[in-house]
């Protein structure tokens, strides 16, 4: 638990779940990064798109910042969180996953909740770029349970200084029953509209520019407009194009709550107990975490919510938390 000089308080009308979750992405404006975009050729022959922000000084302190289910480099809490790492002298570098970018990646194949072998082939790189800079991550949702994951599977070889993770769905089996529950029926239809999209539009850029390998690979997933769940999508788009066997395979193997127990670098988890997506049952226990790893659950804050102040002056608890923590640890 959080202690009192940590403590979240949501703001003044926004203590509902919902309204935390949807402030950023509905109402929150922030201003244009000067970024430069680096691309990152993969070993498979794809690419991801890399935005770097802040100090360019060899050594200065280095963030990579992993973004969630159908997120981007351009979503308020990337941004904002850019924003206060660079009023803090430090770099950041915004992930975007396969084809996050605004434009099509070039295999059938795309990014999803285990995705822990881009993650590594991205600090490869990250560690060449900056041999001498301390690198830290801090993921989002999906993006901290690719973190998790990959913390879980690398151990003490982690080459990370100390890592966040905020909103994960630890068990993404339950958070697929999760979401398909109540008001968190809206986040399910948006983010299906959203997933199904992805799949056409590079169904669509494989025809156009004559990629008929890749293309043959999506249209041998059949039909796609009668998705309506995770499960769906994931038994009938994630499994097939990723190698697993089916959505339960998936989720098995994908689910950052295995892998907890192996992580040796320094972490930080901020969840909340509200969370629209997470069942509090799917949450870790005390007896499933390192030494090393802290968890700091709120009673209060949404899915990567977590505003604070008041509506007419919000403060973003998580651009406060997570820069502290980190400079801590450095």
């Known amino acids: 638990m959080p202690s009192h000089t940590v403590q979240f308080r949501p703001a003044t009308g926004l203590t509902n779940p919902h309204l935390q979750t949807l402030w950023g992405p509905l109402w929150r404006r922030l201003p244009e990064l000067a970024r430069s ?23 200065t302190p280095l963030v990579m910042v992993l973004h969630g289910l159908t997120g981007s480099s351009s979503s308020p809490y990337v941004k904002g969180l850019q924003h206060a790492l660079q009023a803090l002298g430090w770099a950041s570098v915004a992930v975007n996953w396969r084809g996050c970018s605004g434009e099509p990646n070039l295999l059938a194949r795309s990014y999803h909740s285990g995705a822990s072998e881009d993650l590594a082939e991205i600090i490869l790189h990250l560690r060449a770029q900056r041999p001498l800079a301390p690198l830290y991550a801090v993921g989002y949702s999906l993006g901290g349970n690719v973190l998790l994951k990959y913390l879980g599977e690398s151990g003490a070889a982690s080459q990370l200084q100390a890592a966040v993770a905020v909103s994960v769905p630890f068990r993404l089996d339950q958070c697929a ?18 997933m199904l999209a992805y799949v056409q539009h590079k169904q669509q850029y494989f025809r156009a520019t004559g990629q008929q390998q890749g293309l043959d690979q ?33 989720y098995r193997r994908a689910s950052s709550r295995y892998y907890l127990g192996e992580n040796r670098t320094p972490t930080l988890i901020i969840h909340a107990s509200d969370d629209p997506f997470v069942f509090t049952h799917s ?12 968890f700091e659950l709120h009673a209060r804050g949404g899915h990567v919510g977590f505003v604070e102040g008041s509506l007419r002056k919000p403060g973003y608890y998580l651009e406060r938390r997570i820069p502290q923590w980190l400079a801590e640890r450095g």
């Open 37 to 59: 975009r680096e691309r990152l050729w993969l070993n498979d022959g794809d690419f991801i798109d890399l935005d770097w922000y802040g100090p360019h000084q060899l050594d």
């Open 218 to 250: 999506i249209e041998q997933l059949g039909a796609l407009g009668k998705m309506r769940t995770f499960w769906d999508f994931d038994g009938k788009v994630t499994a097939p194009l990723h190698g697993f066997a089916d959505a339960h395979d998936y």
């Open 177 to 194: 029953d999760r979401i398909g529950l109540g008001f968190s029926k809206i986040y399910q239809a948006h983010f299906m509209r959203e």
């Open 283 to 294: 949450l870790p226990t005390p007896e499933e975490l390192p030494a090393q790893t802290e």
